[in-house]
């Protein structure tokens, strides 16, 4: 009996470190295979299959149907950047014997460096760089690898409320990825992700798009009104492979046009198990443009308090549909108080398209500007109406 042994590849990667591992790991109960479970055909049924051997050549290949990626893929590869950067972050920490020997406060705050790098995508002729803002988090240099040039980058505003961050190179006529319009994508599309995973850069992987709208609570945590971060989830999920250092890459379709910004991946592990997500691209177009122009995101706010619906809520507040949002809690002099909203209003389109989700809504609430209008179409126990909003 003879057996095949699968060799598995662990990548191990530690940003602050600056350092890769590669484990590998054999063992012969993975996959086996054996002579015995493999009986020929003259055995089994009493002729030899070799019999009416031909030498004439044989019929193609019946076509599978598959898209052909490799235009999409040598298209964004030149286009997708290599960024590492060197941070500097404040700690707190607590030393027991200054406060034992000398009396003094233990608690003390000092500074740790490290070095971490993702991927960028190129926007722009001349050198626009959209990326994750997790990337270029607290970074006091920015270096960006474009076709084995390296180049200083120049932070040009970061949005925590989305992950997304601008970075400026000094180039002309730079390759750069158009922007899709990720409204269109549809389930089960093709979909690529370009970017520099374990430090392997030009990486492509290939998968299709699995759900829209989804919210992970990847960002709940960075949650500050006080500084006008309001979380937005609305992510393109995807079974594309992406793993640590693919982050601020491109996430293309089959015709090599951005569609999104890869973000993060669901994992026990820390490494690619199935499911990734990313920015979808007419988000990060909005938020990079006014980065951009601005320095800084034009953005409204609804404040109001929002959930799902589902049959359970509808027959808790007798709202009488199980369909679209429900707002729970409305702010004082809120875009929502203006509009004469109402608590267990539930609201069902924006603008004509229907809700069917809280990050869809959101998703689609960031695209528009203070002094935008648009119009909400709500249920109020047993009537519809429509609302006409002009946002502040």
């Known amino acids: 009996m003879s057996r095949f042994i699968l060799i598995l590849f662990i990548f191990l990667a530690a940003t602050a470190g600056g350092y890769i591992g590669f484990k590998a790991a054999a063992s012969g109960a ?64 607590y030393d027991p014997f200054m406060h034992f020997f000398y009396g003094e406060n233990a608690y003390k705050i000092r500074e740790r460096h490290g070095n971490s790098s993702g991927s960028g995508v190129v926007i722009s002729a001349d050198g626009y760089i959209v990326t994750n803002n997790h990337v270029v988090q607290d970074a006091k240099e920015i270096s960006v690898v474009l076709d084995n040039v390296k180049y200083e980058g120049k932070l040009i505003g970061t949005d925590p409320s989305t992950d997304l961050a601008v970075v400026k190179i000094v180039g002309k006529n730079l390759p750069f990825s158009e922007f899709g319009d990720s409204d269109k994508l549809r389930l089960g599309e093709w979909v690529l992700a370009v970017g520099n995973p374990m430090n392997l850069q030009s990486t492509v992987t290939a998968g299709i798009v699995s759900a829209k709208n989804r919210n992970i609570d990847l960002l709940a945590s960075k949650y500050n009104p006080e500084e006008n971060v309001f979380p937005i989830e609305s992510f393109i999920q995807t079974d594309a492979a992406v793993n640590s250092g693919n982050s601020g890459g491109a996430l293309v379709n089959t015709k090599g046009e951005l569609v999104g910004i890869n973000t993060a991946i669901a994992s026990g592990n820390g490494f690619y198990t199935g499911y990734s997500f990313a920015i979808p691209s ?27 619906n589902n049959s359970e809520i509808a027959k808790k507040n007798a709202l009488g549909i199980d369909r679209g949002i429900v707002v729970t809690t409305i702010s004082e002099k809120s875009n929502a108080a203006n509009a004469d909203l109402q608590t267990n209003d539930v609201i069902l389109a924006l603008n004509g398209k229907s809700i069917t989700s809280v990050a869809e809504f959101q998703g689609m609430l960031v695209m528009f500007n203070p002094g935008d209008k648009v119009s909400l179409k709500i249920q109020r126990g047993k009537d519809e109406k429509e609302i006409e909003l002009k946002l502040e």
């Open 30 to 93: 993975e996959q086996s295979f054996s002579t015995a479970d493999l009986t020929t055909a003259d055995a089994q049924f009493g002729f030899n299959p070799f019999s009416n051997f031909t030498t004439e050549k044989p019929a193609p290949a019946p076509q599978t149907g598959l898209p052909d990626l490799t235009f999409a893929s040598e298209k964004t590869v030149q286009t997708v950047v290599h960024i590492q950067t060197h941070f500097v972050r404040e700690e707190v920490y």
């Open 282 to 308: 007419n988000i990060v177009k909005k938020v990079a443009l006014d980065l951009i122009q601005y320095g800084a995101v034009n953005r409204v706010q609804l404040g109001a308090g929002l959930v799902n």
